[in-house]
Each structure stands twice: as structure tokens, then as C-alpha cells.
């Protein structure tokens, strides 16, 4: 897969890369942003359908996007790692350090021997020793349904909640939830054989919604971001390395703290590690504001189908624009 992605990298070098569009004058470069597509799609009003870097995503409205007057110049040379970028960069890199660990412990707790036995009484909460003691079999068709569960969420799920809140109001909430998917795991060992794969299977759910859905929404706000598109490259290669860094100390970190929670009888340690950094995600978000100093042109693809507006006005009703001059904890807009 790597060597595919260098591949397609190096073949649409001529067609992304701004510095080798010949046919792309410098003016062409100055008004082309994140949101510009790479190629307008052939549709009918030749323009992508969605935008997944604004709130508009899943519009079939014409949106044009164009900065207010009031607002700050953008500096001749932007620096590349400004606050947002890595403040994202960082998101993306405590995001990929606790999904890893979940996908390293969630195996070895659900085959794990289980040391919990008898009633389940407020003075054996604390403890939360051992393990589901399921066989392997189990634990694959368990891992399957996960990435079933996980499709489902992708091609479900993202797009309608992108619609209904927004990119960014949408990556708060998730933030949020995602303690709540690491938390609830070691609680599995108390819960009744009858009921066991209910809980793996909702607490799979929860995982799923949570950590799936967050994923694409660090890249799109990474994206959005970004000074100019010619610095994607750097910026993205830098977010890459990262994830990867992180990626690369979760899994041992996670066992070291798994085997410590083990010879402690509280098996919740290493869960519950994973959630303080989840945690530490939560209060960043904090640090990330978002300004938004842009006019919204939105056009109704048919005036028409507002049926309870007179025909007279179709005109009046088929254009109007929407100015925001605030951060996200505090939007004020205009139409």
C-alpha cells in the first residue's frame, strides 16, 4: 500500500503541486485555496458537491467563499506551523497514540484469563483484575464485526453528523466522547457471561463512533488550516511523522502498563492511561480558535423549489450571503 501511495504520489506530482502547473498564472496561485478543488467535477453547475473543510458540508448549495473586507491581510509569506497547525498536529498525535493502544490492548484483554469471579459487589469495583478469557475464535469473529462496525460508522454515520453540526462543532463532541471509549472497557469484567458480547459489542460501538469519526475530521481541519497549498506537503509530512511517532511508542507503552496492571490486579491501568491522554485532548481544545473572517455566497441550484415564495421574487430568494466575524465558542452571524 505504501509503495502504491508513492506511486500515485509521484504520477499527479504535475497535476497538484502548484509549482509545476505551467498553465496556472501567479494571480491564478494568489486566489486558489484549501477549498479549490483539484478538478471541478462535471456536473452541472461545475462545482464540487461538497466541501468538508466549511460547515456547508452536504449542501447542494453554490458556495463561493471570499475573505471580508475588514478582515486582516494575509502576511506576503505566511509562516507554515502556525498555532492551528500545531495545535492539530499535536491532536493527531495524542488521537493515534490512545486508538493505537486501544487496537494493542483490546485482543490481549478479551483472551486475557479471567481472575474476577463471584458477585459483583462495590468492594471488587476497585480491583477489575484479569481478563474476558475468550478463545481465539471468538476474539476473530469479535475483531470482525469491530470492522464491520467500523464501515458502517465511515459510510453512515460521518457524513450525516458532518451535515448536521458542522466539521468543527462535530470534532469537539467526539474530542469529548473519546475518554468515554477507554473508560468503559475494563467494566466488561464484571459484567454477566449472559450479557458479555452486549457490552463488547456496544462498547465496540461507542469506540467506533467516537474514534472513526475523529479521524477525518483532524485531517480536514489540519487541511483548512494550512497558510497556502503549497505548503500541504510539509505540513502533512509533518503530521505523517507524528502519528507515526506515536504510533510507534503506543503499543509498547500500553503492554509495559498492561503487564504493571497485571501484576497489580487492576487491569483498568493501562485503559485508563489511555484515557488521561485522551483527556489531555480535551483540555487542548482550549488553545485552538478558529477565526472566521469570510462571506459566504450561497446560490440555490432551483429558486424554484421554495413552493411557499412568490415566483417573483425567485431572483431575491436565489442569492444571499452569510458573514461570521467570530471564534467557534461564540459564533455571530449575519444573513
Not at 485531517?219 to 509530512?237: F, Q, T, V
Not at 507503552?253 to 493501562?270: C, W
Not at 462571506?295 to 431575491?316: I, L
Request: net charge negative.
Amino acid at each position: 500500500m505504501l509503495l502504491v501511495s508513492i506511486v500515485c504520489g509521484w504520477a499527479f506530482l504535475n497535476e497538484t503541486h502548484p509549482d509545476k502547473q505551467p498553465w496556472s498564472t501567479q494571480e491564478d496561485l494568489d486566489n486558489t485555496n484549501v477549498q479549490t478543488p483539484l478538478i471541478e467535477t462535471a456536473s452541472s453547475t461545475f462545482n464540487a458537491p461538497a466541501d468538508l473543510a466549511h460547515d456547508s458540508y452536504g449542501t447542494f448549495d453554490q458556495i463561493q467563499i471570499t475573505q471580508r473586507a475588514d478582515a486582516p491581510a494575509q502576511e506576503v509569506r505566511p509562516k507554515v506551523f502556525n498555532k492551528n497547525v500545531v495545535m492539530f498536529i499535536v491532536a493527531l498525535g495524542l488521537f493515534t497514540y490512545h486508538s493505537m493502544a486501544y487496537d494493542h490492548l483490546l485482543p490481549i484483554f478479551l483472551q486475557d484469563q479471567v481472575t474476577h469471579t463471584g458477585d459483583v459487589t462495590i468492594e471488587s469495583l476497585p480491583t477489575l483484575s484479569g481478563g474476558l478469557g475468550l478463545s481465539i475464535k471468538d476474539v476473530g469473529v469479535i475483531m470482525s464485526v469491530n470492522g464491520i462496525i467500523a464501515l458502517l460508522v465511515q459510510a453512515l454515520i460521518f457524513p450525516l453528523m458532518a451535515h448536521w453540526f458542522g466539521v468543527w462543532k462535530l470534532f469537539v463532541f467526539v474530542t469529548i466522547g473519546e475518554p468515554i471509549a477507554l473508560f468503559i472497557v475494563p467494566f466488561l469484567i464484571v459484567m454477566s457471561r449472559e450479557y458479555l458480547y452486549v457490552g463488547i459489542y456496544s462498547a465496540l460501538t461507542i469506540r467506533n463512533f467516537f474514534y472513526i469519526i475523529a479521524y477525518p475530521l483532524i485531517l480536514i481541519l489540519i487541511k483548512e488550516a494550512a497558510p497556502s497549498p503549497s505548503h500541504l506537503g510539509k505540513i502533512n509530512g509533518a503530521a505523517a511523522s507524528v502519528g507515526g511517532l506515536c504510533r510507534c511508542f503506543a503499543s509498547p507503552v500500553a503492554g509495559i502498563l498492561y503487564g504493571l496492571g497485571s501484576d497489580l490486579n487492576f487491569s483498568a491501568l493501562a485503559w485508563w492511561a489511555g484515557a488521561a491522554v485522551a483527556v489531555i485532548g480535551v483540555f487542548q481544545l482550549a488553545f485552538i480558535h478558529r477565526q472566521k473572517k469570510m462571506r459566504a455566497h450561497v446560490s440555490a441550484p432551483t429558486a424554484w423549489a421554495y413552493s411557499d415564495v412568490d415566483p417573483s421574487n425567485k431572483d431575491e430568494i436565489a442569492n444571499f450571503h452569510i458573514e461570521s466575524d467570530s471564534s467557534d465558542d461564540d459564533d455571530n452571524s449575519t444573513v
